[in-house]
């Protein structure tokens, strides 16, 4: 075999190698294509056999008419008010806690950060009675506090702030201490700003959870107006002549933020991830 | 105060220590407010429910009237008279161990995969790694329109003339169905996981040992698995871990149905929790979760100097 013909297998091979796995993620990706069709056909169309790949009839308005009369508009805003304040409490006490792990001596600082670790071992399907039990005694059923606060404490951010804070080097705020600064002055106007990458990383993953979750919601809110878009999702399922049309554009609806961050963040999220690996090893 | 505790820190350590015990008070102050909200939030929400929760799994408290103490006997039923407790088991069980085995091939296989490409890997990982992001439940309304009687994937069987019942009301392909959904929404993590570890294998090592006249089946299953192999026991522990509490899929697909044939363990919490209002028995299943969970968890940790190779 010459040089020649043997570059030109290897490049065949290449093709031949890359086409696969194109293949197989354009397969992979169909349920989001069947669902974004299934969302612009009337619902007539949608139950019709045989099957259609494509439309006859691409009916757009059906995302506008699906936004405003299920109402998945509302369940979308109740969504994201939901997952931006359990964000927004998570990083506001994790930096706190963080802070006092990382860099303040107090008695009984190992054995809380252990036990805040600890924690992590409980699955969180476990406590739902519990922490129903909790919410319904202090009157907070069917409403946004009652779904948000129980979730907002988890303890790993206090564990991934303290492990980012450790890497500061401490002379940063040295010299803002012996000018007389407080603590909280400190973390608010030198650690946060340094720490903006964890803080990022520890958002994401809150809200994306947060968006996501559907077994605390389904509990707290027990159909009401208050439901988020997955829980929103299931009213619509269980009635017979489910308008499958409209569910398709409320799932696509549900599905557009992890999407959008998924792409524009990916290079964050390998990172995190790649970090993982390494740890899982080391 | 802060420039005083600065000259002291040059004259002498026998006043620097009674400076510092007092900066150590204060210290400790400002810790414990820092800590507050953190530790308010983690006594209520986690450290009283995980106590009421065994509290309850000796009650039999079914929401209304009074919780009364049953001692062991939510245990004894759950064991010897609940007729669909081992089912339940067996279920969650089998679930654990086709979509545990099936995740860690497909995302081991998708990651290698990935790897051998020459351009567009990251679009590859994006991808595999979309439904991970997205909401469970949408993924599964989705995938139960697929497979609805009449769907996307009966007209595919019977257009191939495969003769096959539809899935979701099958006795044995429902949790065939449910893996499958489990499988679409699952595998992204553990393959961007694996890809990530494989990136990381030092090129030094698959080039000696190409010198050395290893073919690319040999570099992988003696130095690449190897040396990926930490990773992949995380992968696999945490895999377990979720696929043991598996359940929106479920409640969204088959409710548990047809009959009992999906009913796993995080399902019969709810339905015996929120369905029935059953607290106490409720929280017993909980509890043999939790139990499972750690035995799980335990075995592959005894299993993995079997397997796992580590560098140091």
Same mark, same amino acid.
């Given at each position: 075999?010459?040089?020649?013909?043997?570059?030109?297998?290897?490049?065949?091979?290449?093709?031949?190698?890359?086409?696969?796995?194109?293949?197989?993620?354009?397969?992979?990706?169909?349920?989001?294509?069947?669902?974004?069709?299934?969302?612009?056909?009337?619902?007539?169309?949608?139950?019709?056999?045989?099957?259609?790949?494509?439309?006859?009839?691409?009916?757009?308005?059906?995302?506008?008419?699906?936004?405003?009369?299920?109402?998945?508009?509302?369940?979308?805003?109740?969504?994201?008010?939901?997952?931006?304040?359990?964000?927004?409490?998570?990083?506001?006490?994790?930096?706190?806690?963080?802070?006092?792990?990382?860099?303040?001596?107090?008695?009984?600082?190992?054995?809380?950060?252990?036990?805040?670790?600890?924690?992590?071992?409980?699955?969180?399907?476990?406590?739902?009675?519990?922490?129903?039990?909790?919410?319904?005694?202090?009157?907070?059923?069917? *409403?946004?506090?009652?779904?948000?606060?129980?979730?907002?404490?988890? *303890?790993?951010?206090?564990?991934?702030?303290?492990?980012?804070?450790?890497?500061?080097?401490?002379?940063?705020?040295?010299?803002?201490?012996?000018?007389?600064?407080?603590?909280?002055?400190?973390?608010?106007?030198?650690?946060?700003?340094?720490?903006?990458?964890?803080?990022?990383?520890?958002?994401?993953?809150?809200?994306?959870?947060?968006?996501?979750?559907?077994?605390?919601?389904?509990?707290?809110?027990?159909?009401?107006?208050?439901?988020?878009?997955?829980?929103?999702?299931?009213?619509?399922?269980?009635?017979?002549?489910?308008?499958?049309?409209?569910?398709?554009?409320?799932?696509?609806?549900?599905?557009?933020?992890?999407?959008?961050?998924?792409?524009?963040?990916?290079?964050?999220?390998?990172?995190?991830?790649?970090?993982? %690996?390494?740890?899982?090893?080391? | 105060?802060?420039?005083?505790?600065?000259?002291?820190?040059?004259?002498?350590?026998?006043?620097?220590?009674?400076?510092?015990?007092?900066?150590?008070?204060?210290?400790?102050?400002?810790?414990?407010?820092?800590?507050?909200?953190?530790?308010?939030?983690?006594?209520?929400?986690?450290?009283?429910?995980?106590? %009421?929760?065994?509290?309850?799994?000796?009650?039999?408290?079914?929401?209304?009237?009074?919780?009364?103490?049953?001692?062991?006997?939510?245990?004894?039923?759950?064991?010897?008279?609940?007729?669909?407790?081992?089912?339940?088991?067996?279920?969650?069980?089998?679930?654990?161990?086709?979509?545990?085995?099936?995740?860690?091939?497909?995302?081991?296989?998708?990651?290698?995969?990935?790897?051998?490409?020459?351009?567009?890997?990251?679009?590859?990982?994006?991808?595999?790694?979309?439904?991970?992001?997205?909401?469970?439940?949408?993924?599964?309304?989705?995938?139960?329109?697929?497979?609805?009687?009449?769907?996307?994937?009966?007209?595919?069987?019977?257009?191939?003339?495969?003769?096959?019942?539809?899935?979701?009301?099958?006795?044995?392909?429902?949790?065939?169905?449910?893996?499958?959904?489990?499988?679409?929404?699952?595998?992204?993590?553990?393959?961007?996981?694996?890809?990530?570890?494989?990136?990381?294998?030092?090129?030094?090592?698959?080039?000696?040992?190409?010198?050395?006249?290893?073919?690319?089946?040999?570099?992988?299953?003696?130095?690449?698995?190897?040396?990926?192999?930490?990773?992949?026991?995380?992968? *696999?522990?945490?895999?377990?871990?979720?696929?043991?509490?598996?359940?929106?899929?479920?409640?969204?697909?088959?409710?548990?149905?047809?009959?009992?044939?999906?009913? *796993?363990?995080?399902?019969?919490?709810?339905?015996?929790?929120?369905?029935?209002?059953?607290?106490?028995? %409720?929280?017993?299943?909980?509890?043999?979760?939790?139990?499972?969970?750690?035995?799980?968890?335990?075995?592959?940790?005894?299993?993995?100097?079997?397997?796992?190779?580590?560098?140091?």
């Amino acid at each position: 075999m010459t040089t020649k013909s043997r570059t030109r297998l290897s490049l065949a091979l290449d093709i031949l190698n890359h086409g696969g796995l194109l293949i197989v993620a354009l397969v992979f990706l169909f349920p989001f294509f069947w669902m974004v069709t299934n969302a612009v056909r009337s619902n007539a169309e949608v139950m019709a056999y045989p099957v259609r790949i494509l439309p006859q009839v691409f009916e757009w308005d059906n995302f506008a008419k699906a936004w405003t009369q299920l109402p998945f508009g509302r369940f979308f805003f109740n969504s994201m008010f939901v997952a931006s304040s359990v964000t927004v409490i998570t990083v506001i006490v994790s930096c706190l806690s963080g802070y006092a792990f990382a860099r303040l001596k107090f008695p009984g600082r190992d054995a809380l950060l252990m036990a805040y670790l600890g924690t992590l071992m409980v699955p969180a399907i476990m406590l739902i009675i519990p922490l129903f039990l909790i919410v319904n005694s202090l009157g907070m059923v069917n *409403t946004f506090q009652g779904v948000i606060l129980p979730v907002a404490f988890g *303890t790993f951010g206090a564990f991934l702030m303290r492990q980012f804070f450790l890497s500061i080097p401490m002379e940063l705020e040295e010299a803002a201490r012996i000018d007389g600064a407080s603590r909280l002055r400190i973390l608010v106007s030198i650690i946060v700003p340094l720490s903006m990458p964890a803080i990022g990383l520890l958002s994401l993953f809150t809200f994306i959870a947060q968006w996501n979750n559907f077994l605390w919601p389904l509990i707290v809110m027990t159909g009401s107006d208050n439901a988020t878009l997955p829980v929103g999702l299931t009213y619509f399922q269980t009635q017979q002549g489910t308008q499958w049309n409209f569910i398709m554009a409320g799932a696509a609806l549900s599905m557009l933020p992890g999407v959008f961050l998924a792409i524009l963040l990916q290079k964050l999220i390998y990172n995190s991830i790649a970090l993982n %690996a390494g740890m899982g090893g080391r | 105060m802060t420039a005083i505790n600065d000259v002291t820190e040059v004259t002498g350590s026998q006043k620097r220590s009674r400076w510092g015990s007092r900066l150590d008070r204060r210290e400790g102050r400002t810790a414990f407010f820092f800590l507050l909200p953190g530790l308010i939030g983690m006594v209520l929400f986690l450290v009283v429910p995980i106590i %009421a929760s065994v509290v309850l799994s000796f009650t039999n408290w079914k929401l209304l009237g009074t919780p009364q103490f049953v001692g062991i006997s939510n245990y004894v039923r759950l064991f010897t008279a609940d007729p669909q407790f081992w089912p339940v088991l067996r279920n969650t069980l089998f679930f654990t161990a086709e979509y545990l085995v099936l995740n860690i091939v497909i995302s081991l296989g998708l990651a290698v995969w990935i790897s051998s490409l020459k351009v567009g890997q990251r679009w590859f990982r994006v991808v595999f790694f979309l439904p991970t992001f997205t909401p469970g439940i949408a993924v599964a309304i989705v995938w139960m329109l697929i497979f609805a009687p009449g769907g996307f994937f009966d007209f595919v069987m019977r257009s191939m003339s495969i003769a096959m019942p539809n899935m979701l009301t099958d006795q044995t392909l429902a949790m065939q169905a449910v893996i499958i959904v489990s499988l679409w929404a699952g595998v992204g993590y553990n393959t961007v996981l694996f890809n990530a570890a494989l990136d990381m294998v030092p090129q030094s090592y698959l080039e000696a040992a190409r010198i050395d006249g290893a073919n690319a089946w040999q570099r992988f299953w003696k130095i690449r698995l190897p040396l990926i192999s930490p990773t992949l026991f995380f992968g *696999t522990v945490m895999t377990a871990i979720t696929s043991l509490q598996v359940f929106d899929q479920i409640y969204v697909m088959t409710r548990g149905g047809p009959g009992n044939a999906t009913a *796993t363990l995080g399902y019969a919490i709810y339905q015996r929790g929120f369905q029935n209002f059953q607290m106490g028995y %409720a929280s017993t299943i909980a509890w043999v979760m939790f139990a499972m969970i750690m035995a799980l968890t335990a075995v592959q940790f005894w299993l993995q100097r079997k397997w796992v190779h580590y560098d140091n």
